[in-house]
DNA sequence: TTATAATGTTAGGCATGTCTAACAGATGTT
DNA sequence: AACATCTGTTAGACATGCCTAACATTATAA
């Protein structure tokens, strides 16, 4: 029954709930489209380190989805509902990014590295948060902790 | 080859790193077996919402690993080397519990979810890193951020 | 334009993790 | 002790996601 709601919401047709892997398929792909106005599936295979046979089988259940245009040997482009849904994926990234980097004082990699687990599966509300926060602290308390533990 | 240094690398037998899903029954377990000094798989089971099959096959694979001591209807520990990698997860979820809840303001479901998840794949710089930060920011700001964002 | 290289697809396999159904063993009640 | 119930195990299935090898198609360079 919850089953029947979450898939017949909204577009009547497919759940558009996607796995983090799908995400991270989607999410390459709308940097490299943005990047290059042109999606090749070689350069997400290289983007995320994976065979091409795994990047041919994202790509298809991408494109159930609607979430990119997509044929057996054709020009891959995203669509917009998976533009708005790449988006926020990398919304989620940079804010996570930005608060272990500013915030935390991490390093580029290890901010990189986490943001890009965490990314699938934090909250909306612990994201606000988290957003919120590296907002009012930059401005009040620039980099005080920083400085004190890890410098 | 480097999966064979991982393989090989300490007790020259198993590979001790675990998947979230092993790490979960690990917990679970640790957490009853601190409270009734006794663990029953069903409880387990019962604790992670999953078939008694899955805990059955998840104590199987935690007992290759020398993490517990599990036999066919046998009585069931934790060694201690579970018992400290358990101790680690727990801490992590603690760690971000509580920075989630007294820095962030999020209610104890939120931050209980999102612990839940996270600390199976934050990195140990990030969480010391957030551990100090907590701890830093809870003596010096109390919570500012809490009664300005969200009250 | 044709051979070669690069890219994309398919088939088949493997690992993980979950489930249900049927069976096995242990426990408790009377 | 015997039956009923609870708990644990196994077998077999399914979903996801990854791989390699072989084949198909497209692109590039001679």
Known sequence: MAKFNEEYRGELEVNKNIS????????????????????????????????????????????EKNLINYGRYGVISITDEGAIKAQEVIKKHNSLYNFFKSVLGASHTEAQDNACKIEHIVSKDILERIVAFTDYYSKNFGDDFKKKYFS
Chains 1, 2 share one sequence.
Do not use: G
Not at 23 to 48: F, G, M, P, Q, T
């Open 20 to 63: 983090s892997s799908l995400e991270d398929y989607l999410e390459a792909l709308y940097l490299i489209y943005i990047e290059h106005k042109i999606v090749k599936a070689i350069d997400i295979s290289r983007a995320l380190n994976v065979s091409r046979a795994s990047t041919t089988e994202a790509l298809k259940k991408l494109a």
